[in-house]
């Protein structure tokens, strides 16, 4: 396996600097990554990034395809594991971290969701169809908190709260501990639909605290977040308009779990 940050170059002259380098996502998949990002002095395209995700090793399985262990697939369709996603585990842990259920995995494009009120994970369907997002896969692992929900009227879409937990794929129903760090404040159609802003446990990007952290820490992060969720569904569909900080994503959580304890009662 390569190590990260094997090979980077540097174009000075064109003002792009690549880096390429490989990370390890599962026990099966080695996926290579690789970023654009323009320098200071080509500003037109700072908002331009490209990841490549490439499976490297000969493992015939395909990503997206893994289930977290206890979990069992019904059919191609549905997963369900001992406990309900949606009310059986806690939101929050007592260190002040979260618990992400993992809908869709970094790098995949398999549009899964867990189902209310049953709590199963199931690949929405539309048009008849399995859905599948016509874009690069997800730069990040796409989920849920469980016990949340978000109403309209307070910033949401009705739906348990949507969280991007930044860091390597982990298996479809994985229960992740993450951190929070910030909160995208996005229009989907028009319409509110904010998504939380997470850093894995026991991945690098664990070290940061806040948006200016990571930022500083990690530059280019939160701009391929924006950039993808601005773009995913086609031109003029949603709008990232501002990424929110620590503080104003741990008020949507706590508002979306008070509303689900609200509605449970």
Known sequence: MVNQNDFVFDNSSHGVTINHYITKV?????????LLQASQNMRQLTNIFAIALVA????????GKAIAPGLRAVDEYTIIGPKNFLSDYSPKNSDGTINVVVEIPTGTIAKW???KPEGKLEWEFKEGKPR????????????????SILPKELGGDGDPLDVIVLGPAVPRGSIVKAKLIGVLKLLDGGEQDDKLLAVMADT?????DSIAAIDKKFPGVTTIVSTWFTNYKGAGETEVKEIGDREEAQQ???TAVEAFNVNDN
Not at 26 to 34: A, G, K, R, S
Not at 204 to 208: K, S
């Open 252 to 254: 949507v959580l706590d």
């Open 56 to 63: 490297v090793t000969g493992s015939t399985m395909q990503p």
């Open 204 to 208: 690098p990007l664990y070290e940061v």
């Open 26 to 34: 599962t026990d099966n998949y080695d996926y290579e990554i690789v």
């Open 113 to 115: 969701e867990v189902t």
């Open 132 to 147: 599948i997002i016509k874009y690069l896969g997800y730069p990040g692992n796409y989920g849920m908190i469980p016990r």
